[in-house]
Nanobody, 119 residues
Framework: QVQLVESGGGLVQAGGSLRLSCVSS????????MGWYRQVPGNQRELVAE???????NYLDSVKGRFTISRDRVRNTVYLQMNNLRPEDTAVYLC?????????????WGQGTQVTVSS
């Protein structure tokens, strides 16, 4: 059973920083892509940042220059360094991991960690 567990969320003032971590367990293979999404109640889940199998990173326009995604491929772990946080960054942040194994595609989600940015 693959599990993704996020940590590092919390309450921070605008302009502050947080570092999110997503630790995986139970996988028999290394993930191809890993990423972070966020969701606000009533809104669609949106992609914040992702890193591909070739370590190419892609970011939501509004977080470019403020957030940095990184991964530990061996440990199947992904991080999100968030700097200069804004109130509009407030959301539940969810970790996502995807890959292929034995001819099947897999996609996993964590439970999420709350990030709240006060003005």
């Amino acid at each position: 059973q693959v599990q993704l567990v996020e940590s590092g969320g919390g309450l921070v003032q605008a302009g502050g920083s947080l570092r999110l971590s997503c630790v995986s367990s139970g996988s028999k293979f290394r993930f191809d892509a890993m990423g972070w999404y966020r969701q606000v109640p009533g809104n669609q889940r949106e992609l914040v940042a992702e890193v591909s199998s070739r370590d190419s990173a892609n970011y939501l326009d509004s977080v470019k220059g403020r957030f940095t995604i990184s991964r530990d491929r061996v440990r199947n772990t992904v991080y999100l360094q968030m700097n200069n946080l804004r109130p509009e960054d407030t959301a539940v942040y969810l970790c996502n991991a995807a890959g292929r194994y034995a001819g099947h595609a897999y996609n996993y989600w964590g439970q999420g960690t709350q990030v709240t940015v006060s003005s």
